[in-house]
């Protein structure tokens, strides 16, 4: 399903990350850099890096908060707005392609599982995520943690 619509995004010259931001501010155009990161659980870095290209593409545009000169916030442009007329279909004909022979009942089951899991995993970081265990060693044996 992923290679499938990675393909889609391709031929408009779109990649998957690029995509998540896209999607993002198609619903809330003007976000905050740093809030974008946290929705997309991405780090700062990969952030900017997207965001950079994005703006040299034309698809969005970098702007400081007037009230808050630290923070900044990310705009799509016209060209940003007009590629969500042609993605959106792109997503909805392979979620259509993946789900079909669903009933609507299992869809909605499957959407509510995966946002249960997903949201079990947004509760946890993966610097709180230790596996604890004892492990024998030559001086009697520790508790270690693995990340």
């Given amino acids: 399903m992923a290679n499938q619509f990675e393909r889609q995004l391709r031929r408009h010259g779109v990649t998957v990350s690029q995509w998540a931001i896209l999607a993002v501010l198609w619903t809330r155009d003007g976000i905050a850099q740093v809030e974008l990161q946290h929705l997309l659980h991405l780090d700062g870095a990969t952030v900017t890096g997207l965001v950079k290209r994005m703006t040299r593409w034309g698809v969005v545009r970098q702007e400081r908060d007037p009230a808050d000169k630290r923070v900044q916030r990310v705009y799509l442009t016209e060209q940003g707005k007009q590629l969500e007329s042609l993605l959106i279909p792109e997503a909805e ?3 259509a392609q993946a789900l079909q022979g669903f009933t609507e009942e299992e869809v909605a089951f499957l959407i509510d599982f995966l946002s249960r899991a997903c ?3 947004q509760k946890t970081s993966v610097k709180e995520r230790r596996i604890s265990f004892s492990r024998e060693s ?3 044996g520790e508790n270690n943690t693995i990340l």
């Fill in 119 to 121: 949201a079990n995993m």
């Fill in 93 to 95: 004909c392979v979620n």
């Fill in 138 to 140: 030559s001086d009697g």
